[in-house]
């Protein structure tokens, strides 16, 4: 497997003063404590999981100076344990039966880790080895640790790990070598537990060990991509239903197609490559404002068809300003004053004011709903489309602090998930097109 | 429930083969991290960090908050106090003229007068102006850090975010929540967030900080719990109830280093907690501790009379396990030259408690 790096193990040169020769009759670990690769016997580049007897006894070795020093202190740490075990310190012999792979897979775009799986020792090497590969530093070639540490939760000792990084058919893929000193098999049961237990855990640990240097985490790395289910067939229903309300609002008369076709139109993602057509919005328009009377008041049992169709004007105006200024200037947002609503429904109430602070050029302002009062389907499509607000150009204005700490302390998932993704955007991250089809992004 | 994404989990070893467990990581978990990344760039980078207390806000106000965020927030921690110590002597104001300024930087339509300055900002007032004030952040194609926008970076800016942070991270981490501990990763270069935060007026900044050694399973350097805590209460008569209770919490993990590095401070320090044995977690191990402090060099005179009347009264016997030794017979040898009957009655009623006999005399 080809390095992105141009290092791997077989490439590695050793050391002659670094290094150390390693005779073993089983297969061989050797960690070079100074920081070079020393290849052995095997070429570095076996699959795993498929080939883990050949990778375990290949060469399993070290790569980065500056790590290593990091270990040389992790080592420090724990040096009243390492003084006890009776062999070299940087290298140990492999056999069966005292040996765990633990393989931990993830997608690139999805960087999350497991760590506090035994004591924190472990947990720290996971995390600087996590931090390597991040940093892209040590993809496909391979690193190796010693520990000595007595995870009392195991009730085992874990006198070495050795980890290594692969990247397998699109996944990173950690392998770490654990070293027990008892039989496996009540170890392997337990660990069994812990890792269930201990699933949701730690999230990956970030490195602020370089922030001195302001290049430490790369920020032309792979945006955020959230996955989502049926993307295809999405994109296919998004565009058939752009299709019928344009063809509905066009040309059928029946109140209730209409009123139908007005709440499809406020969730479909207008003017992207699967719907690139013009929605009816001179009908919706008419329509919100066929709501209120002259002197602005709501008709009776119009609530319905006022929130959708505002809803709905949102939703393109959004779309257009997504696509370019001069395209938004197309769609304007009819002028309406939310004061007088103030003790109607509180969805209505809110969508009226962002009509309101969004109808100018302006930029575009985000007026948070309030957890407690706004129904959480409402608040749920205001902050996706909250999320596509701050894609717009220039960030937009936030409004109601109050409101927008409700959503975190009555703890919906989905607002949740799409408020953070709000502040990515405005932080300077990057989010990858399809992450924003998904309306619940928890 | 939104989408989950799997990964696996493998355990091989070498005899039985392989088993793959599948292991879930949902989306909000992949979005903390981005962001998480994302934030911290902006805290080292240095431009535009007032609104992201707004953002911590955010997860301060967050209840069910996952887990793992106590250790994310931590690392964040950690980055803001790198950038501090990053600032020069000249950037760190300590008047209340400059708190001044730094806050009508941040695009204050009037003037504040000092009259109504409070040490921190009104979050609900500017909270209008957070997109206008970050563009700058977002909107050069390449990196957030190439753009001109004039940084008002101060040490401020950074203290204000490392309350937030730690508010966000430890309010809820301390004691009474049930929290498994976690690995912080607490080095020396960390030293400047407890030095931020005990320079703090609020009892509640501070107590968040002694949550994180709390969270950590109490792993600190021996000495800094008492050198912290005696130079705040230099200016202090008593601590807010979270804070009384976390650093009770912290004292009955890590008291034998303190003791063991000074052992005066830590009496003193024992003295003004005026700690009641009922309302700590182990009362068992606080007579040890008691214990262990009137044994030490200078415990006996001054541990305050609140400590010993601590000690006169019935406790549970767990952990309290303790050798008798000979300074214990000096304790007793004092205590009668000095006359005080009623502590020597406290020491020898101690001495009493049937778990003491089960241990041989320690010579």
């Known amino acids: ?192 537990q812990v890792i269930r237990r201990f699933r949701r855990t730690l999230l990956l640990p970030i490195t602020t060990a370089d922030v001195h240097n302001a290049s430490c985490i790369p920020l032309n790395g792979p945006g955020l991509r959230l996955p989502v289910r049926n993307l295809e067939i999405l994109r296919e229903r998004n565009a058939d239903n752009a299709r019928c309300v344009c063809w ?68 393109i105006n959004t779309g257009a300003k997504l696509k370019s200024r001069d395209h938004a200037s197309r769609y304007p947002i009819p002028a309406v004053s939310s004061n007088r609503y103030e003790h109607t429904d509180p969805d209505l109430h809110h969508i009226i004011r962002m009509l309101e602070c969004n109808s100018g050029p302006d930029r575009p302002t985000i007026d948070f709903p309030t957890g407690g009062t706004n129904t959480p389907a409402h608040s749920l499509r205001m902050s996706n489309l909250f999320v596509d607000l701050t894609r717009v150009g220039q960030n937009p204005a936030l409004k109601s602090y109050e409101s927008y700490l409700s959503a975190a302390t009555t703890d919906h998932q989905a607002i949740i998930a799409n408020t953070l993704v709000m502040w990515y955007m405005f932080l300077g991250g990057h989010v990858e097109d399809e992450t924003f089809w998904a309306t619940d992004k928890s | 429930m939104g989408h989950r994404q799997i990964v696996g989990i493998g355990l091989i070893d070498l005899s039985s083969g392989l088993f793959i467990i599948e292991y879930y990581s949902d989306s909000l978990e992949v979005i903390l991290s981005h962001l998480s990344t994302t934030l911290m760039n902006v805290i080292v980078d240095g431009h535009c960090l007032w609104p992201l207390n707004y953002l911590l806000e955010f997860f301060a106000a967050w209840e069910k908050r996952p887990a793992n965020l106590t250790s994310v927030v931590y690392q964040w921690c950690c980055t803001i106090s790198k950038a501090v110590a990053r600032l020069g002597p000249g950037e760190i104001p300590t008047s209340r003229r400059a708190r001044l300024n730094f806050i009508y930087d941040l695009r204050v339509r009037e003037p504040l007068t000092l009259d109504g300055w409070t040490p921190h900002w009104p979050r609900e007032s500017f909270f209008s102006t957070v997109g206008s004030g970050c563009d700058s952040v977002r909107l050069d194609s390449t990196s957030h850090r190439t753009h001109s926008c004039q940084p008002v970076v101060t040490f401020l800016n ?125 009362n068992g191990k606080w007579v040890r501790l008691l214990i262990f402090a009137i044994r030490s060099t200078t415990g006996r005179e001054s541990l305050s009379s609140h400590n010993w009347r601590s000690l006169d009264r019935p406790t549970s016997d767990s952990g309290l396990y303790e050798r008798f030794v000979s300074r214990d017979v000096e304790v007793m040898k004092s205590l009668e030259e000095a006359q005080d009957w009623g502590r020597l009655e406290v020491w020898m009623v101690l001495y009493s408690v049937p778990v003491f006999h089960k241990a041989p005399m320690e010579t």
């Not at chain 1, 609002?249 to 076709?261: H, K, N, Q, V």
């Not at chain 1, 066929?290 to 008709?299: H, I, P, V």
């Not at chain 2, 030095?195 to 900044?205: G, K, L, N, T």
């Not at chain 2, 805590?229 to 912290?250: G, I, P, V, Y």
Request: with cysteine; net charge positive; glycine share 6%.
């Open chain 2, 158 to 282: 950074y203290e204000d975010l490392l309350r937030t942070s730690l508010k966000a991270g430890f309010r809820l981490a301390g004691p009474g929540h049930d929290q498994p501990a976690i690995h912080l990763g607490h080095t020396s270069h960390n030293n400047q967030i407890f030095e931020i935060a005990f320079s703090s007026d609020d009892d509640e900044v501070v107590a968040d900080v002694v949550c994180t050694w709390i969270a950590d399973g109490g792993v600190a350097p021996p000495g800094w719990f008492v050198r912290y805590f005696t130079k705040r209460l230099e200016n202090r008569n008593s601590f807010s109830r979270r804070l009384q209770w976390a650093s009770t919490c912290c004292i009955e993990r890590i008291w034998r280093s303190e003791l063991e590095v000074s052992a005066l401070e830590t009496v003193h320090l024992l003295n003004r907690l005026k700690v009641n044995v009922d309302h700590v977690t182990d």
């Open chain 1, 248 to 315: 509905v609002l066009w040309t059928i008369t029946d109140p209730e197609a209409i009123d139908s076709a007005i709440r499809l139109a406020g969730t479909i993602r207008w003017f992207n490559d699967t719907s690139d057509r013009n929605p009816p919005y001179e009908a919706i328009v008419s329509t919100f404002e066929s709501c209120f009377d002259a002197t602005k008041q709501l008709y009776p049992d119009m609530r319905d068809l006022a929130y959708f169709s505002g809803r709905a004007i949102l939703q």
């Open chain 1, 1 to 192: 497997m080809a390095s992105r790096n141009g290092r791997s193990g077989s490439s590695s040169k050793s050391s002659p003063s670094c290094s150390r020769s390693l005779s073993f009759s089983s297969p061989v670990v050797c960690h070079d404590i100074c920081g070079q690769s020393t290849p052995l016997s095997h070429s570095s580049s076996h699959p795993l999981p498929s080939s883990a007897s050949s990778s375990i006894s290949g060469s399993w070795l070290l790569g980065h100076p500056r790590t290593s020093v990091r270990f040389k202190h992790q080592l420090r740490r724990v040096s009243g344990v390492s003084e006890t075990v009776q062999q070299p310190e940087n290298c140990w012999r492999v056999s069966p039966n005292n040996v765990i792979l633990l393989v931990y897979t993830a997608g690139r775009n999805t960087p999350r880790f497991l760590t506090s799986l035994y004591s924190p020792s472990v947990a720290s090497l996971i995390y600087d080895a996590w931090m390597d590969a991040w940093r892209g530093l040590l993809f496909a070639s391979r690193r190796a640790y010693d520990i000595i540490r007595h995870p009392s939760s195991l009730k085992i000792l874990l006198s070495h790990v050795v980890s290594g990084f692969r990247d397998m058919t699109g996944h990173q893929v950690i392998i770490l070598l654990l070293r027990t000193d008892r039989a496996i098999g009540h170890t392997k049961q337990r660990l069994v």
